[in-house]
């Protein structure tokens, strides 16, 4: 149980490009989702946290206009990087939860590279 | 600022010896904890989670919290080489988890 699905697991694209990943709960539905980004040996940084059918709420220093976050369903939030560019470049991890106190259940993440 | 602490390691073990992983959290008023496991390029794993005072166990994972002391430890038993991976203590922060930074743990056959 608790499996959350995100795709696409890996997207090369040009700079200048808008990409958008997917993230699905399957067998359970999420009150509340969140976003994190890692680099390289660093730790997970939470960028926002999003709940269904309410705006996201964004961690200081990330630009909601760079990241836009929907929440359509209790199963479903999209990320849209818009106008990615090289430094955007990370390994994006979606992740759910049925409510406050309890697991966050983690996609297997999506790693994105800008040319 | 709510802070989760760890020692990054790395914490090496012979295969088949006890692995013990130690974690402060700086919120008296914390009422989860969870342990993650993170392999290099993967996503966390959620592999223990504890509410309450005292031991928790599944399988080969002991997990223990001591909220006086504001200490949650994860003891793995028979360790293998399967078991190297970071491990993540995280403590829930309203409807967010902070995470600490993770202990790299080597387990060498």
């Known amino acids: 149980g608790a499996v959350v699905s995100q795709h696409p697991s890996r997207v090369i694209c040009k700079s200048g490009t808008s990409v958008k990943i997917e993230c699905r709960s399957l067998d359970f539905q999420a009150t509340t989702m969140f976003w994190y980004r890692q680099f390289p040996k660093q730790s997970l940084m939470l960028m926002a946290t999003s709940n269904e059918g309410s705006k996201a709420t964004y961690e200081q220093g990330v630009e909601k206009d760079k990241f836009l976050i929907n929440h359509a369903s209790l199963t479903l939030s999209t990320l849209t990087v818009t106008s990615a560019h090289p430094e955007d470049s990370s390994f994006y991890i979606c992740s759910a939860s049925t409510g406050r106190n309890q697991p966050q259940h983690f996609g297997d993440g999506t790693r994105l590279s800008i040319l | 600022q709510k802070e989760v602490e760890q020692n990054s390691g790395p914490l090496s073990v012979p295969e088949g010896a006890i692995a013990s992983l130690n974690c402060t959290y700086s919120d008296r008023g914390s009422q989860s904890f969870f342990w993650y496991r993170q392999y290099s390029g993967k996503s966390p794993e959620l592999i223990m989670f504890?509410?309450?005072?005292g031991d928790k166990e599944d399988g080969r994972f002991t997990a223990q919290l001591n909220k006086a002391s504001q200490y949650v430890s994860l003891l793995i038993r028979d360790s293998q080489p399967s078991d190297s991976a970071t491990y993540l203590c995280a403590v829930t922060d309203t409807d967010k988890l902070i995470f600490g930074t993770g202990t790299r743990l080597q387990v060498f056959p």
């Open positions: 504890i509410y309450s005072n």
